[in-house]
């Protein structure tokens, strides 16, 4: 029987997990998982564990505290339960998962969990973590997301990551990468407690960097309001802005059809591919913020922004043999010029502000999102600035040199605006133009002398913005064979060979986080001392012990 | 100028050629004595007390009378005897020779379960500390102390194994024990049971039967373990927690026949009229303390507990004397579960269960002092019997918690067990009324409270107007 279709859209008043509440300028995410309230039947979410559900829930407060929130300085995360933080992914939930739902559950944790800091560091959102009793494993990830960890100092209460001891596994929200590289942890510290399943708590906890600060259980829920309030305080975010309203992003399925207000999913299932296709503007640019603000959900780049997301959502859960994602737009490009101009132009106003870092974040799920990424540049296309940034994340894209016979859509263009130069650097820290010419980094500093100029296919063939640019007697053959081929080759090779090359540059603490759950997950996951019948991770719960191959590779 | 401590602590485990150990004993001596004179029994340094104190392991050392000072209790330290070729009965390594040092993929699983155990010793001790304010007799004042004394030996015995056998992570472990208090909402101890008060002495003798029977069942299951150390310690304390038991049992069964004699005197059943507590009382207060014992055993299906066994940590109670494989991966057991909001006979997996195996064990013996109460009550000519109540009674941890059942079995509406609550369960009224009857200690020999009746015999078969405890 095919799984139920996981639907990312939710809102507080639907939420089974999370308690949402706000005072004096902060906002309390507590934590109170509801046992039988998993996503997929055969688990109980014990002790405070989550699945992707309980995730979903967690990454729409945090999307909505942003944008229906500018009174918001500070962001609580604590838990309900007595003497129980949260104990981590549910292992039987992992247990009964396909390999790719685990490795898509952790994808989406881990977007969630950087969420968390891009609001604490871009938003002046910071984020608190009340710990009052255990945080193993995720539990203690999700805390590590946060600016600030508090713990129960009542001589129980730790913090823990106990994968490897336990389950032969590894951290798998960036756990490890945080320790040493957010935290500073010494590593010979970090490795005893890495391999302690009850880990540390207390003085040496504090000492050793893994929590901030001690407080006795009866003053943690007082202590924190207080510290959490001292930080709003200091928040510059607009104590007196009104917020907008985010309602659920409207979607029609007509078959294999997709809709959504400025965008259309198609899925050809023969060649296993989908064809997303952007539409443009379909007004002006309003004039100014407060229109903007007024516009509110119905913004034209916010709206597209959130149809974007939760179509990558929808296909990388729910369509996983959808091995191609096709890139099509369609619209004006001037309009998006537009736009992107008047972005920005109010790019001091909290909540353009907001949008921007959205786009941001919706382009760096398309970069690791495990599918082939195909951008088509095809006549009445409009890949200007933020559009353009698609083409860019492309493994590969084809853009026509002419126009069809027969057809008046006017020639394919492409431009470039300010938007291309900075505000939505990659996870690697560089723009998607810095990361594909590398080789030559003055490059970008010639392209920016073409912002604005509506460039044919001859001249982004030249200055480097596009693959190939075939004209119409080839152009359908090379576009079908490129795509039918994608589909022919291995998806595990696939996803290797991608994620390898798209990530050129520097590494950075969310490079890293990417590149390492992906190695983890493909190697230790799918090893027999994990998951083979005697593995760790298979037996856990059933009181017998692992048997490990013990030849080191 | 260094105390002599090979002196000062009794002991079978050759302290004196242990430099390392003596230090770090020494270190902890100091702090355990702070501990006792401010949360052990409350005004008692200068008493001298009729004790019972071990010196050696067999079966003439373990029972030496005397008058004692209680700080000056020679809390020592005794293992049972050693059987050289003892091997590890179950589990995984069934059959190899039991360890004798703790092995290092293990540290932190004997760790956790030896903190666990050594945290209810202190706990009990904390809870008891206003008692001796109340106590109904001599006999029964010396009886408190001398379970206090027991439980900080107990205490002693867990901190030698975590100073000899776990490092600098066992020595701060044994400074915890300390600073966890009974009830402290900063710093509780780790069980929920041991942060409950213990008021009155019907809550002290039933907390004794039932409470530190649990206790003598985890002591049993790690007096299997195949750490040894902590092995032939437990077997050794054993002895000791079944003078608790056994308070606990003589306490309520002298209860009950005061509360018989007055029944039948008056010829009433409401003997509260006379200063005594009614056997419905009684009833009510067995019926809490039997269910949140019944918690401390943990969850019917526990990895921990599985884990626990494979490993060979921690078995089954009389391990040995159980006529299976001893690894039971294959094997089942019938356990009672919820489902669907009924209570059903589930065949599971024998590892996931092991709790609920020890569980039914001490339920068993659970019902042999019953059995002597209501011989009290039926020997009286009276119609009434207590009884144990259904298993899935008033319970907070495992699959009955998340039903609402009454003590005979049968399951309600959460609406319909609170309004019937006060009916199984001590209200605040009852336990006022037991209170009321905690008056100022009772300390002239040989005279006992009203509401309790003398013992048949005293300790070490001393006469009834013994002075057990004299006050200076």
Redesign the interface.
């Given at each position: 029987m095919a799984d139920a279709l996981i639907d990312f859209r939710t809102q507080p008043s639907r939420y089974k997990h999370w308690k949402l509440s706000t005072e004096k300028g902060v906002a309390y995410l507590t934590m109170d998982v509801n046992e039988d309230g998993g996503l997929r039947p055969g688990y109980k979410l014990k002790l405070n564990s989550y699945d992707l559900g309980v995730d979903i829930e967690l990454a729409d407060a945090i999307q909505r505290l942003r944008f229906e929130h500018p009174e918001i300085g500070a962001v609580v995360i604590r838990s309900q339960r007595d003497r129980i933080f949260c104990s981590g992914a549910n292992i039987n939930m992992l247990g009964l998962s396909s390999h790719d739902h685990k490795v898509n559950f952790c994808k989406f944790t881990n977007e969630t969990r950087l969420a968390i800091e891009d609001a604490t560091e871009h938003s002046d959102q910071t984020y608190i973590c009340s710990i009052n009793g255990i945080a193993a494993g995720g539990g203690y990830e999700l805390a590590l997301a946060c600016d600030q960890i508090l713990l129960a100092?009542?001589?129980?209460s730790a913090v823990s990551l106990p994968e490897l001891?336990l389950l032969a596994v590894l951290p798998g929200t960036g756990g490890l990468t945080r320790l040493v590289d957010k935290r500073l942890v010494r590593r010979d510290h970090a490795d005893f407690f890495c391999t302690?399943?009850?880990g540390l708590r207390g003085k040496?906890a504090q000492q050793w960097r893994l929590v901030d600060k001690l407080i006795?259980?009866?003053?943690l829920a007082d202590e924190t309001k207080k510290i959490a309030e001292d930080v709003a305080r200091k928040s510059k975010r607009p104590k007196d802005a009104k917020g907008i309203a985010l309602p659920d992003v409207e979607r029609t399925f007509d078959g294999d059809t997709l809709r959504y207000p400025h965008l259309t999913v198609e899925i050809d299932r023969e060649r296993r591919a989908a064809h997303f296709r952007l539409g443009g503007p379909t007004a002006p640019a309003p004039a100014d913020a407060a229109a903007v603000h007024a516009q509110g959900a119905a913004f034209w780049p916010l709206a597209l922004a959130r149809a974007l997301d939760d179509a990558m959502m929808h296909l990388r859960l729910n369509e996983t043999e959808i091995g191609t994602w096709v890139l099509h737009s369609q619209g004006d490009p001037a309009a998006v010029e537009a736009f992107d101009a008047l972005l920005a132009r109010e790019a001091s106003n909290w909540l353009v502000r907001e949008i921007v870092l959205y786009w941001k974040r919706t382009l760096k799920r398309l970069d690791v999102s495990s599918r082939s990424l195909i951008a088509l540049v095809e006549p009445g296309s409009c890949f200007a600035g933020t559009l353009l940034e698609l083409v860019l994340a492309a493994d590969r894209s084809y853009m026509l040199d002419g126009v069809f016979e027969g057809s008046n859509l006017p020639a394919a263009t492409i431009r470039l605006t300010g938007m291309n130069f900075g505000p939505y650097p990659m996870g690697n820290g560089l723009t998607r133009l810095a990361t594909r010419f590398l080789a030559e980094p003055e490059h970008v500093d010639v392209l920016k002398k073409d912002i604005g100029q509506a460039l044919d296919s001859g001249q982004c063939d030249d200055l480097g913005l596009v693959t190939f640019t075939p004209d119409d007697i080839d152009w359908e053959d090379e576009v079908r064979l490129a795509i039918e081929e994608r589909a022919g080759f291995s998806p595990d090779g696939l996803i290797g060979m991608e994620s390898n090359l798209r990530f050129a540059g520097p590494e950075t603490m969310e490079t890293k986080i990417f590149a390492r759950l992906s190695a983890w997950q493909n190697w230790i996951f799918q090893r027999p001392n994990a998951t083979g019948p005697e593995g760790a991770l298979k037996l856990?719960?059933?009181?017998?012990?692992a048997k490990y191959d013990r030849k080191r590779a | 100028m260094a105390i002599d401590y090979t002196q000062r602590i009794p002991n079978n485990v050759d302290l004196s050629s242990d430099r390392r150990l003596q230090r770090a004993l020494e270190n902890w001596q100091p702090r355990f004595l702070d501990w006792w004179r401010t949360m052990g029994p409350d005004g008692t340094s200068n008493f001298d007390v009729y004790l019972r104190t071990a010196i050696s392991a067999d079966a003439n050392g373990w029972a030496n009378f005397g008058y004692v000072k209680m700080p000056d209790y020679r809390w020592g330290i005794f293992l049972a005897g050693q059987d050289p070729n003892r091997v590890i009965a179950y589990g995984d390594n069934k059959g190899k020779p039991a360890w004798q040092e703790v092995p290092g993929e293990l540290r932190s699983t004997l760790r956790r379960l030896i903190v666990t155990q050594g945290d209810t010793e202190p706990a009990s001790v904390e809870q008891q500390r206003l008692l001796g304010k109340t106590a109904p007799s001599l006999y029964d004042l010396r009886n408190v102390f001398q379970i206090n004394c027991e439980e900080g030996r107990h205490l002693w015995a867990m901190v030698y194994l975590l100073h000899a056998y776990f490092g600098r992570d066992g020595r701060e472990e044994a400074e915890m024990l300390l600073e966890r208090h009974s009830g402290d909402p900063d710093k509780p101890r780790i069980l929920g049971a041991f942060n409950e008060k213990t008021p009155d002495w019907l809550s002290f003798f039933m907390f004794t039967y039932f409470t530190d029977r649990d206790g003598k069942y985890q002591l049993a299951s790690l007096a299997e373990s195949g750490f040894d150390p902590l092995a032939r310690s437990c077997r050794f304390m054993l002895i000791e927690e079944a003078h608790h038991m056994f308070v606990g049992e003589s306490g309520v069964q002298r209860i009950v026949q005061r509360t018989c004699e007055l029944m039948k005197e008056h010829k009433t059943d409401d003997v509260r009229a006379f200063g005594a507590i009614d056997l419905a009382t009684i009833q009510k207060y067995l019926n809490f303390h039997f269910s949140v014992s019944l918690d401390l055993f943990g969850q019917e299906a526990s990895t921990n507990a599985a884990n626990y066994y494979t490993m060979g940590v921690k078995g089954r109670y009389l391990e040995t004397r159980i006529g299976d494989d001893h690894v039971l991966t294959g094997s089942t057991f019938d356990i009672d579960t919820v489902e669907d909001g009924r209570i059903v006979r589930k065949t599971v997996p024998a590892l996931a269960s092991l709790n609920e195996r020890l569980r039914n064990d001490y339920v068993e013996d659970c019902a042999k002092g019953l059995r002597l109460w209501n011989k009290v009550i039926a020997d009286a000519g009276l119609d009434f019997e207590l009884k144990l109540p259904h298993r899935a009674f008033n319970r907070r941890i495992g699959a009955f918690s998340e039903i609402h059942v009454s003590p005979d079995g049968a399951v309600m509406s959460a609406e319909e067990w609170k309004a019937s609550a006060h009916k199984w369960l001590p209200t605040d009224e009852d336990r006022a009324y037991v209170t009321s009857l905690m008056g100022p200690a009772v300390i002239e020999p040989g005279k006992f409270a009203n509401w309790i009746a003398p013992p048949v015999r005293g300790i070490n078969n001393q006469p009834a107007n013994f002075e057990y405890v004299r006050f200076n």
């Open positions: 100092d009542d001589g129980s001891p302690t399943a009850e040496r006795p259980p009866s003053k856990y719960g059933t009181g017998k012990q | -």
